[in-house]
Nanobody, 122 residues
Framework: QVQLVESGGGLVQAGGSLRLSCAAS????????MGWFRQNPGKEREFVAT????????HYADSMKGRFTISRDNAKNTVYLEMARLKPDDTAVYYC???????????????WGQGTQVTVSS
C-alpha cells in the first residue's frame, strides 16, 4: 500500500529554518505530483506548496513565496520542504500528499502522510 512518511519537524525559534522530508513507498513516485499542506487544530487544512512529477514546475501559497522551497528527488522517492525565516504563524502540523498526474495541483490529493509537527517560538 501507499505510504507517505514525513520527518524533520520540531521546535525552532522565529527566523530559523527547518527542512521537512517525505519518503514515499508503494507507488511509482515519478508519476505523482507532490504537495505540502499544513493544519492547526480547529482550522481547515491549508495548501503550502506543490511540485510536478519531474520537479520543474513548483507552486506556492502566497504567504510562503520566497520563504519556502519545495523540491523532490525521484531516485530517493522523497519530497522536501525547506522553510526559512519561520514565523510563529507557521506553527502547524505539516502533511505531504501525493496525486497521480504530470502537472502540479493545489487540491484533489489521493494519499496523505501522518504529519509532522512544526512549532515556531517567538
Amino acid at each position: 500500500q501507499v505510504q507517505l512518511v514525513e520527518s524533520g519537524g520540531g521546535l525552532v525559534q522565529a527566523g530559523g529554518s527547518l527542512r521537512l522530508s517525505c519518503a514515499a513507498s508503494g507507488l511509482i513516485f515519478s508519476t505523482y505530483a507532490m504537495g505540502w499542506f499544513r493544519q492547526n487544530p480547529g482550522k481547515e487544512r491549508e495548501f503550502v506548496a506543490t511540485i510536478n512529477w519531474d520537479g520543474v514546475i513548483k507552486h506556492y501559497a502566497d504567504s510562503m513565496k520566497g520563504r519556502f522551497t519545495i523540491s523532490r528527488d525521484n531516485a530517493k522517492n522523497t519530497v522536501y520542504l525547506e522553510m526559512a525565516r519561520l514565523k510563529p504563524d507557521d506553527t502547524a502540523v505539516y502533511y505531504c500528499a501525493a496525486r497521480r498526474g504530470t502537472y502540479y495541483y493545489t487540491g484533489g490529493y489521493e494519499y496523505w502522510g501522518q504529519g509532522t509537527q512544526v512549532t515556531v517560538s517567538s
